[in-house]
C-alpha cells in the first residue's frame, strides 16, 4: 500500500480569537468553513463509492481502499510499532471492511466507520499479544522529507541547517513523549491532532462516551506537556 498525505490538526473548537482583531476572526471563520466543506464533500463522495460498492462494484471499493489506505496504515503502524504487522492488520481492516459493507448503513461517515473497524481490530491483535500499553509514534506522521516534492502542499526546502536540526530535534521530541502514553490515551490524540477528528467522531470510533473522549484528550495533553516540559 502507498501511504497517503496526512490532514494536519484542525484547530479546537474553543480556539475562538477574543479582542478586535475582525479581520483575523473573519478569516479564521472562513478557514474553517473550508475544512468542513472539504469534509462534507468527501464524506459524499464516499458516500457514492459505498452504494456502488453494495451494488457489486469493487473498482468503487477499490477507491474507497485507495483513499483512505493511507490513514489506516499510519494510525495501525503508530499503535503496534511493527511494519509488517501494520500491513498485515490493515488488510485485515479492508477485509473485514468488504465483508461488513452489505450492512453498512451511513449512520456515520464511512471513514469513521472504517477508523472503528480498524481500532477493534487493532485491540483484538494487542489483547492476544498482551503488548504492554507503551510504544512509539510513527515519524513518517511528521516527517516532510517523505512528501512528494511535487505536492501543493509539499513544505518549502529553504531552512537553514541549524533550523532543520532543531526541527529534526523537535519532531524526535514529540514522537518520543507520544510514545509513552497509554494505548488509550495514544489513540484519541493521534485521531484527534493527527487526523483532525472531532470528539463526536472519535467516540464512534473507540466505542466510548463523548465524556471519556473529552477526559482522555485533556489527559494526554497535559502529560505531552508535562513530558515536553512546557507545562504552564
Known amino acids: 500500500m502507498a501511504s497517503n498525505q496526512l490532514k494536519g490538526p484542525v484547530p479546537p473548537e474553543s480556539a475562538v480569537g477574543g ?25 459524499a463522495e464516499d458516500a457514492e463509492w459505498v452504494i456502488m460498492a453494495q451494488s457489486g462494484d469493487t473498482r468503487a471499493f477499490d477507491r474507497l ?10 494510525m495501525i503502524q ?76 509539499a513544505p518549502r526546502q ?11 530535534e523537535l519532531r524526535g521530541q514529540i514522537r518520543d513523549a507520544i510514545g509513552r502514553l497509554s494505548e488509550e490515551h495514544r ?7 493527527v487526523q483532525g477528528m472531532d470528539y463526536k467522531e472519535i467516540a464512534e470510533i473507540t466505542q466510548n462516551s463523548m465524556g471519556t473522549v473529552m477526559s482522555r484528550i485533556h489527559y494526554a495533553r497535559k502529560k505531552l506537556q508535562t513530558y515536553l516540559g512546557n507545562e504552564p
Open 19 to 43: 479582542g478586535s482583531g475582525g479581520g483575523s476572526e473573519a478569516f479564521g471563520k472562513k478557514k474553517d468553513q473550508g475544512v468542513l466543506d472539504a469534509r462534507v464533500q468527501s464524506a
Open 65 to 74: 481502499v485507495t483513499k483512505h489506505r493511507g490513514k489506516i496504515y499510519a
Open 78 to 153: 503508530s499503535m503496534v510499532k511493527n511494519d509488517a504487522d501494520a500491513w498485515d492488520l490493515s488488510q485485515d481492516a479492508f477485509i473485514k471492511a468488504w465483508k461488513a459493507l452489505p450492512k453498512f448503513e451511513a449512520r456515520s461517515r464511512f471513514s469513521t466507520w472504517l477508523f472503528r473497524i480498524s481500532h477493534n481490530v487493532v485491540y483484538d491483535w494487542l489483547r492476544k499479544r498482551r503488548v504492554e500499553s507503551a510504544g512509539e509514534l510513527n515519524e513518517e506522521i511528521f516527517d516532510a522529507s517523505l512528501i512528494e516534492s511535487g505536492a501543493a502542499t
Open 158 to 168: 529553504d531552512k537553514r541547517p541549524d533550523e532543520a536540526m532543531e526541527q529534526k
Open 187 to 193: 489513540e484519541v490524540i493521534l485521531l484527534r491532532e
